[in-house]
């Protein structure tokens, strides 16, 4: 199940919406909302939310996600390229 670090009813989220908002863009958190004690929604910061969006962007994105195995496959067993092997001949 996805972490969400706090809950309030959806009665609670509409007294203190203004104070979630200021927490959520102090803290990278999440906060349920429930209704009659399930949860129905979640709030995120908008830091949040955009780094969720992009990873799911990566993780649709086959071609990057080879690149990404092949990586850690190498990364695994101590196999490292250094910087200037990565960026030989090409324009900074």
């Known amino acids: 199940m996805p972490h ?16 979630i908002i200021r927490r959520l863009g102090k ?13 129905t929604a979640v ?7 955009e780094g969720l969006m992009e990873t799911l962007e990566i993780l649709s994105d086959q071609k990057t996600m080879r690149s ?7 990364a695994q067993v101590g196999r490292w390229e250094t ?6 001949g090409k324009n900074a």
């Not at 990404?68 to 190498?74: F, G, H, I, P």
């Open 43 to 49: 709030l995120l910061s908008m830091e949040h939310f």
């Open 83 to 88: 910087h200037e092997s990565v960026f030989e």
């Open 68 to 74: 990404l195995r092949k990586s850690l496959k190498q």
């Open 4 to 19: 969400v670090d706090h809950y309030v009813s959806v009665t609670q989220a509409k007294t203190q919406l203004l104070n």
């Open 27 to 39: 803290q990278e958190d999440s906060v349920g909302i429930t209704r009659d004690g399930i949860p």
